[in-house]
């Protein structure tokens, strides 16, 4: 949820204050094969070079007993890597249930979880996504925090498992 403020000064007309963050749209396709299963999905902030990454997003199986949908996220290989093995899951806020075909969003404020504080200097925002009788695919976005002017867009387009990934950084 995305809330605005308005301020208005004697003589001054009321203006929406711009949150910062990022809005990611994640286009999940449908594809045309006979075992059709949900993929899962894992987005994530890093520094380029870095060891460490921010975890803002793992969609996976979590209505399975005992936890037992967390078996299969290694296949997530890069995010595992990254931030899965020492992340407890289900982790507030990031988790979630895998989700439709069709494009999906996450919103993303700057200060609050699962962005929170991100320092200035050069990122890439990596969505990866592993289907089970399927494929794997990573995308990677580079951008600037924060958003210079009015802001950035940046765009990647998988060729299977993914669809059109977009990020806008305000």
């Known amino acids: 949820m995305r809330i605005t403020y308005s301020l208005a ?8 204050a711009a949150a910062a963050g990022i809005d990611i749209s994640i286009d999940i396709p449908r594809l045309s094969v006979a075992e059709y299963h949900r993929p ?22 979590i209505g399975k007993r005992n936890n037992a949908g967390t078996k299969w996220l290694r296949d ?24 439709a075909p069709g494009p999906q969003k996450l919103l993303l404020t700057a200060g609050a979880p699962p962005l929170g504080k991100l320092a ?18 990573q995308l990677r976005l580079p951008f600037t925090w924060p958003a210079k002017g009015p802001g950035q867009t940046v765009t990647a387009k998988g060729t299977g498992e993914l669809g059109t990934v977009t990020a806008v950084i305000k």
Not at 85 to 99: F, K, N, V, W, Y
Not at 120 to 137: C, I, S
């Open 120 to 137: 200035p200097g050069h990122y890439e925002l990596v969505v990866e996504a592993a289907r089970e009788v399927g494929g794997r695919e």
């Open 76 to 99: 997530l290989r890069g995010w595992w890597r990254k931030a899965g093995r020492t992340l407890t899951l289900p982790a507030d806020g990031i988790s979630g249930a895998t989700r």
């Open 40 to 61: 899962y999905v894992a987005a994530w902030i890093e520094q380029p070079g870095q060891a460490t990454a921010k975890t803002v997003a793992v969609w996976y199986d």
């Open 9 to 16: 000064l004697t003589g001054m007309a009321a203006t929406p």
